[in-house]
């Protein structure tokens, strides 16, 4: 029997889904995360922008054109926040965001399998997703996920260190919904990665709030015998007057101190954003502050993206800019981020790095530097290795490099 668990959305999602798959296996399946021929679908949906709730829709009849007979069952955001457009498609089985370990009692119930409980995630690259909380008290004017996922909710640290501990991915990522409330019994993120200090793998964080940059907290990761110095701070706008409409709780200049602090302490630091197109109170005016903070905060890359109102939350009740608005300003903003891209790799050229080779396509040897560079290296390279390069010159979204 043969499972296909596909997902949408967050990189949250996507170590669920994994973790999904490495049940089934233990359970007899043969599991894929690539839409195929199946006897089982999983669907992993996700509703953070109305056309992320269509494409989850979609996925049904994607599907079903693989094998018209096969069981469909439904998890993740999408599915939490509408149930019955998934059961009116006549699929097997539905559930939202925050049971998805009900997805394998389900399988086993319609199978006849043992119900195993939700396994650490299956590990298919050379990095290892760590979730480590779920959930979210922000409430952030725009955003449904607090919604849809619930309080946040953390997990124990030895959970934790032993899972890091068992996989032999060279390394890890910290990742969550929020990672920067994460909070067990007073344990904060700080002394989580106080107590990763003995840990032999790369040590990657995922999305954090401007909040937890502290001279304690950069000190911490300072101890860590190899931390990926790439900070993907969420901005959204670099206007003070959209962030209070958002309920960010931060001002633009409140933020650039942040990064300030982030380069004293680590001067080649990556810090990566994402910043919405056209939120539903943004002038002109706000709009060019978020094109000039790009520049003014340094930023490696930037995630771009239009507003999307969503029912439920308090930005839905505002009044939406009209569609060409939204796209032009985002025409601009990938475009200033692309330039901001190009800046940041060129500072690299002709300094010694180090990659770890995640995957060989086309001729190439793919991977990352510690602070997010891709590398095109042209020779056949052990995957999972850590090897030393020179970036030679601009390449595709990366950079062309040389071993050293």
């Excluded at 860590?224 to 993907?232: G, S, T, Y």
Aim: aromatic residues 10%; proline residues 3%; hydrophobic residues 35%.
């Amino acid at each position: 029997m043969k499972a296909v668990v596909f997902t949408l959305g967050c990189k949250v999602n996507e170590v669920e889904s994994a973790s999904v798959m490495a049940t089934l296996e233990k359970m007899g399946w043969e599991t894929s995360d690539k839409l195929s021929f199946a006897d089982v679908f999983v669907l992993n949906t996700c509703a953070v922008t109305k056309e992320a709730e269509k494409k989850s829709r979609q996925l049904i009849a994607r599907a079903r054109r693989f094998n018209p007979e096969a069981e469909i069952f439904v998890c993740g955001c999408a599915s939490e926040k509408d149930r019955t457009a998934y059961e009116e498609k006549g699929v097997t089985f539905v559930c939202g965001a925050k049971n998805k370990g009900e997805i394998i009692t389900a399988i086993a119930s319609r199978f006849g399998c043992e119900d195993k409980g939700l396994s650490f995630p299956k590990q298919t690259k050379t990095r290892a997703f760590i979730k480590i909380q779920d959930g979210c008290n922000n409430f952030c004017s725009y955003c449904i996920i607090p919604y849809l996922r619930g309080r946040e909710k953390s997990r124990k640290i030895e959970d934790i260190l032993g899972e890091i501990e068992k996989t032999d991915c060279p390394e890890a990522v910290l990742n969550g919904i929020n990672i920067s409330a994460y909070g067990y019994e007073n344990i904060t993120l700080c002394d989580l990665i106080h107590s990763l200090k003995y840990i032999d793998k790369r040590v990657r964080l995922g999305s954090l709030e401007c909040n937890i940059i502290s001279e304690e907290f950069l000190t911490a990761l300072k101890s860590l015998k190899d931390f990926a110095p790439q900070f993907h701070l969420s901005l959204q706008s670099g206007s003070s007057a959209v962030l209070k409409a958002m309920n960010r709780h931060y001002t633009r200049e409140e933020y650039l101190e942040k990064c300030r602090l982030i380069y004293e302490y680590f001067p080649d630091a990556a810090i990566t954003t994402d910043i919405i197109a056209g939120f539903a109170t943004e002038t002109e005016v706000d709009f060019e502050q978020s094109l000039s903070i790009i520049e003014e905060a340094g930023f490696a890359r930037i995630h771009a993206f239009a507003f999307s109102p969503r029912e439920g939350t308090a930005a839905f009740k505002l009044k939406d800019l009209p569609p060409e608005v939204k796209s032009e300003r985002l025409h601009r903003l990938l475009e200033a981020g692309e330039r901001a891209s190009q800046r940041y790799i060129k500072r690299f050229l002709n300094q010694p790095l180090n990659f770890i080779a995640e995957e060989c396509v086309d001729g190439f040897t793919t991977g990352y530097t510690p602070n997010y560079i891709k590398v095109y290296v042209p020779l056949r390279l052990d995957c999972g290795k850590k090897y030393g390069v020179e970036l030679t010159d601009m390449f595709k979204d990366g950079a062309y490099a040389k071993l050293i």
